[in-house]
Antibody
Framework: EVQLVQSGAEVKKPGESLKISCKGS????????IGWVRQMPGKGLEWMGI????????RYSPSFQGQVTISADKSISTAYLQFSSLKVSDTAMYYC????????????WGQGTLLTVSS | NFTLTQPHSVSESPGKTATISCTRS????????VHWYQQRPGSPPTTVIY?????PSGVPDRFSGSIDSSSNSASLTISGLKTEDEADYFC?????????FGGGTKVTVL
């Protein structure tokens, strides 16, 4: 069974750093792209970026370039979304999703990681 | 980059047909696949249509997708509406380096 399991909810203070994880199982992790999507409270889906764990090819949305870092450790089938200095405006639900091709649909999604940033 | 524009909301009665448009701002709608996701409150998105008009297994045939080059838009049509179809729907496409999501449409089944 294909699964993407994300790390748990986080409560952080502004300025802190954070790394969210997305662990894939039930498929060959290196053969699929993993994308990250932000959903702010009551809002729509925003694409943040994507990585191909097979060769670490990584692409970012212009809106998130320089704001986050996407990485993957194929030895443990896990992708990461990293924040270096959190802001209150980073408060959102974050989802990972896998796609066979860069232009393919995300056919499986993680359960989401809720991040709350508050002083 | 381009944007995808969806109506904010669509309301229709049970048994009727709801159609959601997704208009691409620049570049041809047919140059890259369009995918459609359904999202219910508190849950991650799920695919209801991929590659413009393909339906994943398990998605009812009441859901269909199409492309209209004349209006440079994609459409998701839900026929025979059921209360369980009440959700947010997002279109998604891409170019050589980015994915793009539409703003989402809330479907209400009155």
């Amino acid at each position: 069974e294909v699964q993407l399991v994300q790390s748990g909810a986080e409560v952080k203070k502004p300025g802190e750093s954070l790394k969210i994880s997305c662990k894939g199982s039930g498929y060959k992790f290196t053969n699929y792209w993993i994308g990250w999507v932000r959903q702010m409270p009551g809002k729509g889906l925003e694409w943040m970026g994507i990585i191909y764990p097979g060769d670490s090819d990584t692409r970012y949305s212009p809106s998130f370039q320089g704001q986050v870092t996407i990485s993957a450790d194929k030895s443990i089938s896990t992708a990461y979304l990293q924040f270096s200095s959190l802001k209150v405006s980073d408060t959102a639900m974050y989802y990972c999703g896998r796609s066979l091709d860069f232009g393919g649909n995300a056919d499986y999604w993680g359960q989401g990681t809720l991040l709350t940033v508050s002083s | 980059n381009f944007t995808l524009t969806q109506p904010h909301s669509v309301s229709e009665s049970p048994g009727k047909t709801a159609t959601i448009s997704c208009t691409r701002s620049s570049g041809s709608i047919g140059s890259n696949y369009v995918h459609w996701y359904q999202q219910r409150p508190g849950s991650p998105p799920t695919t209801v249509i991929y590659e413009d008009n393909q339906r994943p297994s398990g998605v009812p045939d009441r859901f269909s997708g199409s492309i209209d080059s004349s209006s440079n838009s994609a459409s998701l049509t839900i026929s025979g509406l059921k209360t369980e179809d009440e959700a947010d729907y997002f279109c998604q496409s891409y170019n050589s380096s980015n994915w793009v999501f539409g703003g989402g449409t809330k479907v209400t089944v009155l």
